[in-house]
């Protein structure tokens, strides 16, 4: 990653015209080949912008990024900085409380879903993939219970599609759809479908206080 600052002016030519006048400014390059032109403001949000393919020239203090017909000409008045970095390959966002993590804590946890509930199995295998958890509730009846961060529509009907295949297999099986949020939809089809809903909350599973406000 290339980082220049520099007193410059910036024409955009292309679908239309833009022209930013003469100020100091944050020139971004990356490696990808996208060039950005920031201020010191707007957030993470450039002035102006190049994204990939694109072909980045310098002559006499002039960049010319060119795309598909599109061209941002950066003229170079003063650099006051010019650094490169080599920053190497990202790791990528790792999110707190996805759906894998909320799975392990169910799993070590599943008296929240009922008083006296086991943990049969975590991704307990069928034909057409496996059930996030399947537990026996207090009389010993089989639960299989699929989790997710936000249920939709799509939650029930998945889980819909296992308590079949599961049928099979162990007889009558209880479905519940436990999740941090549900779309109103979501809770009218699984009561439809005699699945239960369960809404977790993320840092009572942590055991920290729960961040759910409450009136008392």
Same mark, same amino acid.
């Given at each position: 990653?290339?980082?220049?600052?520099?007193?410059?002016?910036?024409?955009? !030519?292309?679908?239309?015209?833009?022209?930013?006048?003469?100020?100091?400014?944050?020139?971004?390059?990356?490696?990808?080949?996208?060039?950005?032109?920031?201020?010191?403001?707007?957030?993470?949000?450039? %002035?102006?912008?190049?994204?990939?393919?694109?072909?980045?020239?310098?002559?006499?203090?002039?960049?010319?990024?060119?795309?598909?017909?599109?061209?941002?000409?950066?003229?170079?008045?003063?650099? %006051?900085?010019?650094?490169?970095?080599?920053?190497?390959?990202?790791?990528?966002?790792?999110?707190?409380?996805?759906?894998?993590?909320?799975?392990? %804590?169910?799993?070590?946890?599943?008296?929240?879903?009922?008083? /006296?509930?086991?943990?049969?199995?975590?991704?307990?295998?069928?034909?057409?993939?496996?059930?996030?958890?399947?537990?026996?509730?207090?009389?010993?009846?089989?639960?299989?219970?699929?989790?997710?961060?936000?249920?939709?529509?799509? /939650?029930?009907?998945? &889980?819909?599609?296992?308590?079949?295949?599961?049928?099979?297999?162990?007889?009558?099986?209880? /479905?519940? &759809?436990?999740?941090?949020?549900?779309?109103?939809?979501?809770?009218?089809?699984?009561?439809?479908? /005699?699945?239960?809903? !369960?809404? %977790?909350?993320?840092?009572?599973?942590?055991?920290?206080?729960?961040?759910?406000?409450?009136?008392?």
């Amino acid at each position: 990653m290339r980082l220049v600052i520099a007193r410059c002016s910036v024409d955009y !030519v292309g679908r239309l015209t833009a022209h930013l006048p003469s100020a100091v400014r944050l020139l971004l390059v990356k490696a990808d080949g996208s060039v950005s032109v920031h201020a010191d403001d707007r957030a993470y949000k450039p %002035l102006m912008w190049m994204s990939p393919p694109c072909t980045l020239s310098e002559a006499d203090d002039v960049w010319t990024v060119s795309a598909k017909g599109e061209q941002l000409v950066i003229s170079v008045e003063e650099v %006051l900085s010019d650094v490169s970095h080599v920053l190497g390959r990202d790791p990528g966002l790792q999110k707190d409380g996805v759906e894998a993590h909320l799975q392990q %804590l169910l799993a070590e946890r599943c008296d929240v879903l009922g008083e /006296g509930w086991t943990l049969v199995r975590r991704e307990y295998p069928t034909d057409i993939g496996p059930v996030d958890l399947l537990c026996r509730d207090e009389g010993g009846a089989h639960v299989a219970v699929e989790v997710k961060r936000h249920a939709e529509i799509d /939650g029930v009907e998945q &889980l819909t599609r296992y308590l079949q295949r599961l049928s099979t297999v162990l007889g009558d099986v209880r /479905g519940v &759809l436990a999740a941090q949020s549900f779309k109103p939809q979501a809770k009218v089809l699984a009561a439809d479908r /005699g699945i239960t809903c !369960v809404q %977790l909350d993320y840092d009572a599973l942590r055991g920290l206080e729960s961040s759910t406000p409450t009136l008392f």
